[in-house]
């Protein structure tokens, strides 16, 4: 019975100490995790919005944030957007850069995805998927592009690639996008954007 006893003390003091001990690791790592968390945003918007020299956070939404790209004079010149969506597999988190008339796309970047390697994870590849989103008109919904072609020379204004056998994953992405950005008007018609909110950096 003693015996028992003992190590039913010593299990749950081993428990605690455990315990303590992660929840002491986790305190300390998620400042760290946030803050690069933070800087990969930053990169983003400077890669999505062209010209960019600092950042404003304009919008802030659970999954949906847009940011303002200003240039070295301090003028507005583009939208990051930072939308999360469900995917094939699992959750995919992008930002899309557009102009400020929201009429043309300038470029997509892939924050995070768990699509099946080799297939859906190909949306952030460069040559088979992003490249395609530059400069796409979207002013009305694009569409995807259905079978693959070669060249962004042989889509249409408003279309963009499809990474071949892997559909569903790029349909997936080019709803999130459709959606992000017609959110993302309607909130400029209600006057819920407006420049010169938090600075990012």
């Known amino acids: ?64 944030k847009v940011y303002g790209g200003k240039n070295q004079d301090g003028t507005l010149i583009g939208y990051g957007i930072l939308v999360s969506g469900i995917g094939f597999q699992d959750k995919i988190t992008l930002m899309l850069g557009t102009d400020i008339s929201l009429t043309k796309t300038t470029r997509l970047e892939i924050i995070e995805q768990k699509e099946t390697p080799g297939l859906g994870a190909k949306i952030e590849d460069e040559d088979v998927f992003l490249k395609f989103w530059e400069g796409r008109d979207c002013s009305q919904a694009i569409s995807l592009r259905k079978p693959a072609v070669k060249t962004a020379e042989e889509l249409a204004a408003s279309e ?41 950096h």
């Open 1 to 64: 019975m003693k015996l028992s006893v003992q190590m039913v003390v010593v299990l749950t003091s081993v428990g605690l100490l455990s315990g303590s001990f992660l929840a002491t690791v986790g305190i300390l790592t998620k400042e760290r995790v946030e803050l690069n968390k933070q800087r990969e945003v930053e990169a983003a918007i400077i890669k999505v919005v062209p010209g960019t020299e600092s950042s404003t956070k304009l919008y802030e939404a659970k999954d949906f």
């Open 160 to 200: 963009v690639n499809t990474i071949t056998g892997a559909t569903i994953s790029s349909e997936s992405v080019l709803k999130i996008v459709n959606n992000s950005v017609e959110k993302l008007r309607q909130l400029i018609k209600e006057g819920q954007i407006q420049d010169g909110e938090q600075d990012v």
